[in-house]
Structures are given as structure tokens and as C-alpha cells.
């Protein structure tokens, strides 16, 4: 289980740390600590975002009523990466939301390709 768990992190990592072929490319050590550290807390940030908005998923559905079991639970994996967009432009405008958490998908809503 921990080498899945590792696994997961290393190919998130991966999928953040596209530029340059995932190559180093500073010439002294300490540029090439400053790019670590970064990706080190850009990754970070990302698990913790994505384990916010898995426990407030699993909130929703066990007040919903559905049975979410606690062996079921424990494979979920903060390290998913479908959902990242490395590309393009980002706004670091921060919304209002309620709960600092953007609103889950009605879960009667169909599923597109582009959502």
C-alpha cells in the first residue's frame, strides 16, 4: 500500500512538473533547490485541495444518506490528477465562497466530456 501511496505522489508530481521534460535545468544547486521547494509546496497545496474536496463529497453523501463505507474510504487517494489543468492562464483572485469551497456538482446533473 505505501508503494501505491508513492507511486500516486511521484506521477502527480510528474503531471505538475511538465516543463523542460521534468528536467532540473538551473546550474547551481541552490536554483535547483529553489525549483524543488516549489513543486514541493505547488503539489502539497494540490493534495490538500483535493482531500478538502473529497471530504466534503463524502460529507454530502452520507448526509444524503448513501453508504460510504470506511474500508471503501480508506483507498480514496488525494493524488488524482484528472481534473488539473498544468496549461494555460490562472487567476489568483479569490472568490467568496461559503466555506472557502467552490460548490460540489449536483449530483443529478449528466456528466459532459468538458466538465
Not at 38 to 48: P, R, S
Not at 68 to 95: E, I, K, M, T
Request: aromatic share 6%; net charge neutral.
Amino acid at each position: 500500500m505505501q508503494a501505491n501511496l508513492q507511486e500516486g505522489r511521484h506521477a502527480l508530481a510528474r503531471e505538475i512538473f511538465h516543463g523542460r521534460a521534468g528536467q532540473l535545468c538551473q546550474r547551481c544547486q541552490a536554483g535547483m533547490e529553489d525549483q524543488t521547494g516549489a513543486l514541493g509546496l505547488v503539489l502539497n497545496a494540490l493534495v490538500l485541495c483535493n482531500t478538502r474536496y473529497m471530504d466534503a463529497a463524502l460529507t454530502l453523501l452520507r448526509a444524503d444518506g448513501f453508504d460510504a463505507r470506511d474500508q471503501d474510504v480508506a483507498r480514496l487517494s488525494p493524488f488524482v490528477r484528472h481534473h488539473v489543468n498544468v496549461l494555460g492562464r490562472y487567476s489568483f483572485q479569490l472568490p467568496d465562497l461559503p466555506g472557502g469551497l467552490r460548490p460540489l456538482r449536483d449530483k443529478h446533473a449528466t456528466v459532459t466530456d468538458d466538465a
